[in-house]
């Protein structure tokens, strides 16, 4: 004797309503499995530690005199270029003026 796909169907409705399942009786794809998923954003945030940024902690701490070499070196090619002709080009003072 085979069960009635309209018994079955009930019997499907119930247990979604006793365990608090989405009734999808067409099988339709709803991303149901990844909203009930965890979050990875806060673990992997603590996973990663936070980089050192050499210019917040001379900003934070002047009395170190520290020196940011690589900020140095990068002021000094665009001075550099500037020199030769290769720099950006000035910035627009009125709308018109820009290309």
Same mark, same amino acid.
């Given at each position: 004797?085979?069960?009635?796909?309209?018994?079955?169907?009930?019997?499907?409705?119930?247990?979604?309503?006793? !365990?608090?399942?989405?009734? &999808?009786?067409?099988?339709?794809?709803? #991303?149901?499995? +990844?909203?009930?998923?965890?979050?990875? #954003?806060?673990?992997?945030?603590? +996973? +990663?530690?936070? @980089?050192? &940024?050499?210019?917040?902690?001379?900003?934070?701490?002047?009395?170190?005199?520290?020196? &940011? !070499?690589?900020? @140095? @070196?990068?002021?000094?090619?665009?001075?550099?270029?500037?020199?030769? #002709?290769?720099?950006?080009?000035?910035?627009?003072? @009125?709308? #018109?003026?820009?290309?």
């Amino acid at each position: 004797a085979a069960i009635r796909p309209v018994r079955l169907a009930a019997l499907t409705r119930s247990r979604c309503s006793i !365990f608090q399942t989405a009734y &999808n009786p067409t099988s339709a794809r709803t #991303g149901a499995k +990844y909203l009930r998923a965890r979050l990875r #954003g806060p673990s992997m945030v603590k +996973y +990663y530690t936070p @980089e050192a &940024n050499i210019a917040q902690i001379m900003r934070q701490w002047p009395e170190l005199e520290m020196r &940011n !070499f690589a900020e @140095e @070196e990068r002021l000094q090619d665009v001075e550099d270029k500037k020199k030769r #002709g290769k720099g950006a080009p000035k910035k627009a003072k @009125e709308k #018109g003026k820009s290309r």
